[in-house]
């Protein structure tokens, strides 16, 4: 990768994750648009490819040793805490984790500004992939992400049980969940997957573009501020090896993701006003909902045992959706899937995919390099605890019905039945929302209020969509390329 040493640029990306490789991919293509992309974690190795653990799909290298990744202290609720990991690599939380690639569903944008209706939105979800089993309408053909799905012959022992379970009880097959009217049923997960490798956007958009000169990556290169002349973004500063400079650009991009996107506004002075000045950063411009509203998908499991082989798979080939629930059966022990865990046992999770919590993302400290407290504020609503108390019902219809095949024995919980086995599903989104009074952005991804100055990343949807949110962030990062492009013509 280039060593920093550019001082202007015309575009700055900062983050080089699933959003931020696919903005200055597509932004590079103008040879006239000089693109520099600045990315904290490492990169492939000087011969251009990522190690194994990076491309086995087979794997989350998400573990307590892994080098990919950065950590932060959540609070689920006030009383359970848990250790988040993102990725901090070139290709971010999509060069790790289980390559789950399922679109929004039309319904979810009505949530969204009215340009982000699900027709509008469909030409950059096309423009992103090529699907390899599915042909016609709905369906890309030349796109950088493949989308693929585990045919049914070869999946593993129980995903073929659990699929046959859900069948039995009468939930309907669902053979295309990248369909705008799939609804519900149980169906084969569409994955940014091909023969067991794990396809990231920057393996896709940029690996293969490394060549333009008119593209720079800087990786191992933390964004300490984004830079102001007034309300006017300039550029960004930036540190690698011990070292501070600044790239001075007139357009500057944040794709660093629902977490670190609103710290980084923060940090420069875009923020709650009273918030950002008790702890000395200077106000650019008071923004009350920065960091502010965010909504994710809470999870909570049901643990089992069952003697059944242990037969490597990307975590999950079939998902059931029923009401606002994904029923999640993975396919080994996440000790089999994340190096470095404890042993512990099989998992079938419960997906709350429309949530009343809201969350909240606040500064403790002005140095960039210490975590901000993320609060989740899960399953405070009664309705919340009600949904997904009637999906751990049907998981055990499931397990029921699946043990007229096999010994299947649940494992018992302590305590409360939800708050014991809570987690979350790192779908964090709406941090930098788009909106119209309240919104931090406006419907072309600026920052209100702010020049020069782009979101595009999750922390920009409106709420999370009821699917997982990967295939979503990359249409999204498309259609800001397209805003970028044309704001520079």
């Given at each position: 990768?280039?060593?920093?040493?550019a001082?202007?640029?015309d575009?700055?990306?900062?983050?080089?994750?699933?959003c931020?490789?696919?903005?200055?991919s597509?932004?590079?293509?103008?040879?006239?648009?000089?693109?520099?992309?600045?990315?904290?974690?490492?990169g492939p190795?000087?011969?251009?490819?990522?190690?194994?653990?990076?491309?086995?799909a087979?794997?989350?290298?998400?573990?307590?040793?892994?080098?990919?990744?950065?950590?932060?202290?959540?609070?689920?609720?006030?009383?359970?805490?848990?250790w988040?990991?993102?990725?901090r690599?070139?290709?971010?939380?999509?060069?790790?984790?289980?390559?789950?690639?399922?679109?929004?569903?039309?319904?979810?944008?009505?949530a969204?500004?009215?340009?982000?209706?699900?027709?509008?939105?469909?030409?950059?979800f096309?423009?992103s992939?090529?699907?390899?089993?599915?042909?016609?309408?709905?369906?890309?053909?030349?796109?950088?992400?493949?989308?693929?799905?585990?045919?049914?012959?070869?999946?593993?022992?129980?995903?073929?049980?659990?699929?046959?379970?859900?069948?039995?009880?009468?939930?309907?097959?669902?053979?295309?969940?990248?369909?705008?009217?799939?609804?519900?049923?149980?169906?084969?997960?569409?994955?940014n997957?091909?023969?067991?490798?794990?396809?990231?956007t920057?393996?896709?958009?940029?690996?293969?573009?490394?060549?333009?000169?008119?593209?720079?990556?800087?990786?191992?290169?933390?964004?300490?501020?984004?830079?102001?002349?007034?309300?006017?973004?300039?550029?960004?500063?930036?540190?690698?090896?011990?070292?501070?400079?600044?790239?001075?650009?007139?357009s500057?991009?944040?794709?660093?993701?629902?977490?670190?996107?609103?710290?980084?506004?923060?940090?420069?002075?875009?923020?709650?006003?009273?918030?950002?000045?008790?702890?000395?950063?200077?106000?650019?411009?008071d923004?009350?909902?920065?960091?502010?509203?965010?909504?994710?998908?809470?999870?909570v499991g049901?643990?089992?045992?069952?003697?059944l082989?242990?037969?490597?798979a990307?975590?999950?080939?079939?998902?059931?959706?029923?009401d606002?629930?994904?029923?999640?059966?993975?396919?080994?022990?996440?000790?089999?899937?994340?190096?470095?865990?404890?042993?512990g046992?099989?998992?079938?999770?419960?997906?709350?995919?429309?949530?009343?919590?809201?969350?909240?993302?606040?500064?403790?400290?002005?140095?960039?390099?210490?975590?901000?407290i993320?609060?989740?504020?899960?399953?405070?609503?009664?309705?919340?605890?009600?949904?997904?108390?009637?999906?751990?019902?049907?998981?055990?219809?499931?397990?029921?019905t699946?043990?007229?095949?096999?010994?299947?024995?649940?494992?018992?919980?302590?305590?409360?039945?939800?708050?014991?086995?809570?987690?979350?599903?790192?779908?964090?989104?709406?941090?930098?929302?788009?909106?119209?009074?309240?919104?931090?952005?406006?419907?072309?991804?600026?920052?209100?209020?702010?020049?020069?100055?782009?979101?595009?990343?999750?922390?920009?949807?409106?709420?999370?969509?009821?699917r997982?949110?990967?295939?979503?962030a990359?249409?999204?990062a498309?259609?800001?390329?397209?805003?970028?492009?044309?704001?520079?013509?």
């Amino acid at each position: 990768m280039s060593p920093v040493e550019a001082s202007y640029a015309d575009v700055i990306v900062v983050g080089g994750g699933s959003c931020g490789a696919v903005v200055a991919s597509r932004a590079s293509e103008n040879p006239d648009c000089r693109v520099v992309l600045v990315e904290s974690g490492p990169g492939p190795s000087s011969d251009g490819t990522y190690p194994p653990e990076i491309i086995d799909a087979h794997v989350l290298p998400v573990g307590p040793s892994s080098p990919w990744i950065s950590t932060y202290r959540a609070e689920l609720t006030p009383e359970i805490t848990r250790w988040i990991s993102r990725g901090r690599v070139l290709g971010g939380s999509g060069a790790v984790n289980g390559g789950y690639f399922v679109r929004g569903r039309p319904r979810d944008f009505d949530a969204w500004p009215a340009s982000w209706s699900f027709d509008d939105v469909l030409p950059f979800f096309l423009q992103s992939e090529t699907d390899l089993d599915i042909s016609g309408e709905w369906h890309g053909r030349g796109g950088p992400m493949p989308v693929a799905r585990t045919p049914r012959g070869v999946q593993n022992e129980i995903t073929k049980l659990f699929h046959d379970a859900a069948i039995t009880l009468g939930y309907p097959g669902d053979p295309d969940m990248n369909d705008p009217t799939s609804a519900c049923g149980i169906g084969a997960v569409p994955l940014n997957v091909v023969d067991g490798r794990r396809v990231n956007t920057a393996a896709a958009y940029v690996l293969p573009v490394l060549y333009r000169s008119n593209l720079d990556v800087f990786t191992e290169t933390t964004a300490l501020a984004v830079l102001f002349d007034g309300t006017r973004a300039t550029g960004v500063e930036v540190v690698r090896n011990g070292r501070v400079s600044r790239v001075i650009a007139p357009s500057v991009v944040l794709c660093a993701g629902a977490v670190r996107t609103p710290q980084l506004l923060m940090l420069s002075g875009v923020g709650p006003a009273d918030h950002i000045a008790e702890l000395g950063v200077p106000v650019v411009l008071d923004h009350p909902f920065v960091g502010r509203e965010f909504s994710d998908h809470p999870e909570v499991g049901v643990h089992y045992r069952a003697p059944l082989p242990f037969e490597p798979a990307s975590p999950l080939q079939e998902v059931l959706h029923v009401d606002d629930l994904e029923i999640r059966p993975y396919t080994a022990a996440f000790d089999r899937l994340i190096p470095g865990l404890p042993i512990g046992d099989p998992m079938i999770g419960v997906g709350l995919m429309r949530s009343d919590s809201r969350g909240d993302i606040t500064l403790v400290s002005a140095d960039p390099m210490v975590a901000p407290i993320v609060k989740y504020r899960y399953l405070e609503s009664v309705g919340d605890r009600r949904a997904v108390q009637a999906g751990l019902d049907r998981v055990a219809e499931l397990l029921g019905t699946l043990s007229r095949r096999h010994p299947i024995e649940v494992l018992e919980v302590r305590g409360d039945p939800l708050l014991s086995r809570l987690g979350t599903s790192l779908h964090l989104s709406g941090s930098c929302a788009m909106g119209n009074d309240n919104g931090v952005l406006d419907d072309r991804l600026h920052v209100q209020g702010i020049e020069g100055l782009m979101v595009a990343d999750t922390s920009a949807f409106p709420v999370v969509p009821t699917r997982g949110p990967h295939a979503t962030a990359v249409m999204l990062a498309e259609r800001a390329a397209d805003f970028l492009s044309a704001s520079m013509t």
